[in-house]
């Protein structure tokens, strides 16, 4: 499961040990390709299509046998279900609130999974993205939180999700990074006494489907 190539990895690897040699603060990236696996709604809006073909024939006057609707009602629930599946259709019947609620959570589920707010001086942040979604979240543990304002935060994620919908995944978590990282040398500067690398550098790469 590769979302970007080792290069646009190393890219960002690159940037966040750059950002992290003027602060005493903490850079965790992530992505996931989609944040569920939606398997409940698809099959909802199969189940309804199927159960339209009753109607259908009623109202349009087509003589089907009880065995040869059934088989009808079978056939286009499974053809629904598999199709229904497919991301860009997916992505047409999960409403956007479902979708970033879903995002949402394993962003969290991830902050806390990667030990993000164990770093020194509750200083970390997680840089949370997920395709599918078109979703991006910067969540800042209390150290950070108590300082700046989430408002900080806004454009950055604006622009990480416009080069998300551009397909500019690698250059939306190196600007954001860098966006980040300013925040993180202003509050807490990097000192003598800073405590070697605490957290990955590397790319954290997620499928919630498997949720």
Same mark, same amino acid.
């Given at each position: 499961?590769?979302?970007?190539?080792?290069?646009? =990895?190393?890219?960002?690897?690159?940037?966040?040990?750059?950002?992290?040699?003027?602060?005493? #603060?903490?850079?965790?990236?992530? +992505?996931?390709?989609?944040?569920?696996?939606?398997? !409940? +709604?698809?099959?909802?809006?199969?189940?309804?299509?199927?159960?339209?073909?009753?109607?259908?024939?009623?109202?349009?006057?087509?003589?089907?046998?009880?065995?040869?609707?059934?088989?009808?009602?079978?056939?286009?629930?499974?053809?629904?279900?598999?199709? !229904?599946?497919?991301?860009?259709?997916?992505?047409?019947?999960?409403?956007?609130?479902?979708?970033?609620? *879903?995002?949402?959570?394993?962003?969290?589920?991830?902050?806390?999974?990667? #030990?993000?707010? &164990?770093?020194?001086?509750?200083? #970390?942040?997680?840089?949370?993205?997920?395709?599918? @979604?078109?979703?991006?979240?910067?969540?800042?543990? @209390?150290?950070?939180?108590? *300082?700046?304002?989430?408002?900080?935060?806004? &454009?950055?994620? @604006?622009?990480?999700?416009? =080069?998300? =919908?551009?397909?500019?995944?690698?250059?939306? !978590?190196?600007? $954001?990074?860098?966006? $980040?990282?300013?925040?993180?040398? =202003?509050?807490?500067?990097?000192?003598?006494?800073?405590?070697?690398?605490?957290?990955?550098?590397?790319?954290?790469?997620?499928? #919630? @489907?498997?949720?």
């Amino acid at each position: 499961m590769a979302f970007l190539t080792d290069q646009e =990895k190393e890219r960002i690897a690159q940037a966040i040990a750059a950002v992290e040699a003027r602060t005493s #603060g903490e850079l965790v990236t992530a +992505i996931a390709r989609v944040s569920d696996g939606y398997r !409940f +709604i698809p099959i909802l809006f199969a189940a309804v299509l199927a159960l339209l073909v009753l109607p259908v024939a009623y109202f349009g006057e087509i003589v089907l046998s009880l065995k040869n609707l059934m088989l009808s009602q079978m056939a286009l629930f499974m053809l629904s279900a598999i199709l !229904f599946q497919l991301p860009p259709i997916r992505r047409l019947l999960v409403p956007s609130s479902v979708q970033h609620q *879903r995002a949402r959570r394993l962003a969290y589920q991830t902050f806390y999974e990667t #030990g993000v707010h &164990h770093a020194s001086h509750r200083a #970390g942040i997680l840089i949370f993205v997920s395709i599918e @979604e078109h979703y991006v979240q910067i969540i800042a543990d @209390e150290g950070v939180s108590t *300082r700046v304002d989430n408002t900080t935060w806004e &454009h950055a994620v @604006e622009t990480f999700i416009s =080069k998300v =919908k551009s397909g500019q995944v690698a250059d939306g !978590f190196i600007d $954001c990074i860098e966006q $980040c990282g300013a925040v993180l040398a =202003k509050e807490f500067p990097a000192t003598a006494e800073r405590p070697a690398n605490e957290l990955t550098n590397r790319l954290i790469e997620l499928d #919630g @489907e498997d949720l």
